[in-house]
């Protein structure tokens, strides 16, 4: 069964850290990728990784300030974010696209299929 599974999330302030992580089960090696929700605002792509790990795409917003990363052997893919913003608060969801290794350049939440149920992170200034 498809699953995907987060956790880490939580409570910090502004200028704090956390790391998520996003268990999965079912494909490896597939394009994987953190997306975000604020209430009252469209999903919006955080970081996106290559199925092989290496490649890896940030939205302007977190560049300099978040790190995605893989570990293929245990199929689980973290989120390291650091220098927290109150602008960073929002529901965090993993997702994969199953049907490519390699993400598009413009990673979308049309591109990917599953998709976990979420870990609220709240930053407060």
């Known amino acids: 069964q498809v699953q995907l599974v987060e956790s880490g999330g939580g409570s910090v302030q502004a200028g704090g850290s956390l790391k998520l992580s996003c268990a999965a089960t079912?494909?490896?090696?597939?394009?994987m990728a953190w997306f975000r929700q604020a209430p009252g605002k469209e999903r919006e792509g955080v970081a996106s990784?290559?199925?092989?790990?290496?490649?890896?795409r940030y939205a302007e917003s977190v560049k300099g300030r978040f790190t995605i990363s893989k570990d293929n052997a245990k199929n689980i893919v973290y989120l390291q974010m650091n220098s927290l913003k109150p602008e960073d608060t929002a529901m965090y969801f993993c997702?994969?696209?199953?049907?490519?290794?390699?993400?598009?350049?413009?990673?979308?939440?049309?591109?990917?299929?599953?998709w976990g149920q979420g870990t609220q992170v709240t930053v407060s200034s």
């Open positions: 990784i290559d199925g092989d790990g290496v490649t890896t």
């Open positions: 997702a994969r696209d199953p049907t490519a290794r390699w993400c598009a350049d413009n990673f979308a939440p049309s591109d990917f299929h599953n």
């Open positions: 079912g494909y490896r090696d597939v394009c």
